[in-house]
């Protein structure tokens, strides 16, 4: 059984940061691309960032510069690393874990930027 289990969200004021975690389970997490992606109220979801099993790297230009998508082999997780965070970075975030026709979901995990 595939999991994907993301933490670290939570209430950050604007400019903040916080990094996200997904811990996978049930796949070979090495071989697989990992992914970010979010989803606002009443928006559709959208990629944040993705992470090849090369370790390559892909942004939405929304968050470049901003925030870094990592993995850790060992520990079966990826990362995402968010700073100078704004209003608009408001959503659920969704850990993804996809090979050829394989796609896998977390639960996701809430960020909220507000003062």
């Known amino acids: 059984q595939v999991q994907l289990v993301e933490s670290g969200g939570g209430l950050v004021q604007p400019g903040g940061s916080l990094r996200l975690s997904c811990e996978a389970s049930?796949?070979?997490?090495?071989?697989?691309?990992m992914g970010w992606y979010r989803q606002a109220p009443g928006k559709q979801r959208e990629l944040v960032a993705t992470?090849?099993?090369?370790?390559?790297?892909n942004y939405a230009d929304s968050v470049k510069g901003r925030f870094t998508i990592s993995r850790d082999n060992a520990k079966n997780t990826v990362y995402l690393q968010m700073n100078s965070l704004k209003p608009e970075d408001t959503a659920v975030y969704y850990c993804?874990?996809?090979?050829?026709?394989?796609?896998?979901w977390g639960q996701g995990t809430q960020v909220t930027v507000s003062s």
């Open positions: 992470i090849t099993s090369l370790s390559n790297t």
């Open positions: 993804n874990a996809q090979r050829h026709i394989e796609n896998y």
């Open positions: 049930g796949i070979i997490f090495s071989i697989y691309a």
